[in-house]
């Protein structure tokens, strides 16, 4: 833990010297992006804001990888994933003098998880005459100082099915949030609200050219509805749909790409319009994004990634360092609403890990169960290997080689001692 501070120093270092030399080349990349025409029709942005962590270091091409607390604003689902429970705490410096602050709590009992989330975007306010400078007279400057916030309060469930020892299974998941928009009487009356709104979300995992041997799969696939609900005072909300792909070739290795495609509930939907990458007229324009996590050594991680779109393209860069029960994750974010200094767009995350309620525990003992069963059946002892596979289902039923192992030896015996009975004379 002593170095930790010096640790952080470099982590911050780094990630502001790789920011400072992207300038040329994101103006280049945001002219080729285009203008999205349809930008700013929707209310409440504080919903597609990420807070921070692997979710922004990634480029938001995370509903299919759902490695931390995340999860939340990418895929509901992923309370039912998480190794272990989690509290989490995340500091964004977005622009100018706007912070966002967010905290996450997630817990899994089995295929069972459950999370709670508190977001909140807050904008310091001031009178300022038409030269940008602040009224001299006391009366202006205490009439129009205050906050603009935004607040985001999300209850999570989620619930893996048919998963077994061969199949993932598919998780489903959903978010229920309360948002409410502050603006203090003296700025502008009756611009506050309240809005109520859902997410659902899905996810699947297969094997696919898996170079390495885990049980864990390596493919991932992901379909989430965001931000369902009615408009708030004759503005949408920022619904859309989103598809998403998780890819590890290699262990330490993981690619991702997501797509999403906003619709505008003040319209019907008409698909005709999906060739030109929007919904209807008044939806934003589609987007993609793309992300990498590369797991340099058990502790330390990189990430990176891109989000393609028209108006505001997003290139990012992070990294996530583990510290036994504490883990830090450091990303910065390019856009065209970032000035290239520090600390605008950089955000960190705090999360300590609360352990696995005992499952890994369960694993490992099923696993030495299931091999001493082995070493037996491969002895001739069926007895013992039965015993030792009862057991090992006792503690992970979902290990389905020791059922059907135990099953054969059963039969086995089942055989044996009918021939004994056969064989004997009256």
């Known amino acids: 833990m002593k170095r930790f501070p010096v640790v952080l120093f470099l982590l911050l270092y780094s990630v502001s010297s790789w920011a400072q030399g992207l300038e040329d080349w994101y103006a280049a990349l945001s002219q080729a992006a285009g203008i999205d025409r349809n ?6 942005l504080t919903l597609v804001i990420p807070p921070g962590g692997m979710y922004q270091s990634m480029g938001t091409a995370y509903s299919a990888v759902l490695k931390d607390s995340g999860y939340l604003e990418a895929n509901p689902a992923g309370s039912a994933l998480l190794k272990e429970t989690e509290l989490s705490v995340y500091h964004n410096d977005w622009i100018a003098d706007s912070r966002l602050e967010t905290v996450v709590f997630t817990i899994r ?41 935004e607040f985001v309060g999300t209850i999570n469930a989620a619930y893996t099915a048919f998963g077994n020892y061969y199949f993932h299974g598919l ?4 978010n229920l949030k309360l948002a409410h928009r502050g603006v203090p009487e003296a700025i502008a009356k009756g611009q506050s609200a309240l809005a109520l709104m859902a997410d659902l979300g899905a996810l699947t995992k297969f094997n696919l050219l898996k170079f390495y041997p885990s049980r864990e799969r390596n493919l991932a696939f992901s379909a989430v509805l965001k931000n369902l609900g009615a408009p708030v005072d004759g503005d949408a909300l920022p619904t859309s749909f989103v598809l998403g792909m998780a890819y590890s070739p290699i262990r330490p290795l993981t690619f991702s790409i997501d797509g999403t495609f906003p ?24 987007s993609f994004a793309t992300g990498m996590n590369l797991a340099l050594t058990t502790f330390w991680g990189l990430q990176a990634g891109l989000e393609i779109k028209p108006g505001r393209p997003r290139l990012t860069a992070g990294t996530t360092v583990n510290l036994e029960k504490l883990t830090l994750n450091v990303s910065y974010t390019v856009d065209l609403l970032t000035t290239l200094a520090i600390p605008d767009r950089l955000s960190v995350e705090v999360k300590m890990n609360l352990g696995d309620l005992g499952r890994q525990e369960a694993e490992d003992r099923a696993r030495e169960l299931y091999l001493a069963g082995l070493d037996s059946y491969a002895k001739g002892n069926l007895e013992d290997a039965v015993m030792y596979w009862d057991r090992a289902l006792e503690v992970l039923p979902s290990l389905l080689p020791a059922r059907e192992l135990r099953d054969t030896a059963q039969k086995a015996l089942d055989l044996r001692e009918k021939m004994k009975t056969s064989q004997k004379i009256e």
């Open 171 to 174: 998780t489903v998941g959903a």
């Open 263 to 286: 619709h505008n509930l003040q319209q019907p939907l008409d698909l005709t319009y999906l060739p030109v990458l929007a919904l209807g007229p008044k939806d934003e324009s589609a």
């Open 39 to 44: 930008a700013g029709l929707t209310t409440f």
């Open 109 to 149: 009992q089995g295929d069972f998880g459950v999370g709670l989330g508190a977001k909140i975007l807050y904008l310091p306010f001031n009178a300022v005459d038409t030269w940008g400078e602040r009224y001299r007279n006391s009366w202006a400057q205490d009439y129009a100082k205050g906050y603009y916030t």
